[in-house]
């Protein structure tokens, strides 16, 4: 069964530090099949505070996205994102 990881952007507090995250991660959601559903696109808050982006990645399950996340490749990136930007990320098994 698919599952989701859905990442919040609260805030950016440093640009370049994101733009090495996206470089860095980017390539390892290859390495897991992982499908980006939604890349910060168009959106609209309608409850709850305000937000700077919205990421959605697919995964075959949820084990995979575990992997991709725990993976040492990612993990050496989202250390660029925890500098660049405050986020909430959820993982969620879809229906």
Not at 29 to 47: T, W
Request: hydrophobic letters at 45%.
């Amino acid at each position: 069964m698919s599952a989701y990881v859905v990442v919040l952007v609260e805030s950016i507090k440093d640009p370049a530090a994101l733009k090495e995250y996206r470089r860095i991660g980017g390539p390892t959601l290859q390495q897991f099949n992982a499908k980006p559903r939604v890349l910060n696109g168009p959106f609209e808050v309608l409850e709850g505070k305000p937000l700077q982006g919205v990421v959605v990645l697919e995964f075959d399950t949820m084990e995979q996205a575990k992997a991709w996340y725990n993976s040492p490749a990612y993990q050496e990136a989202v250390q660029h994102r925890f500098k660049a930007a405050t986020c909430q990320a959820v993982l969620v098994q879809g229906v």
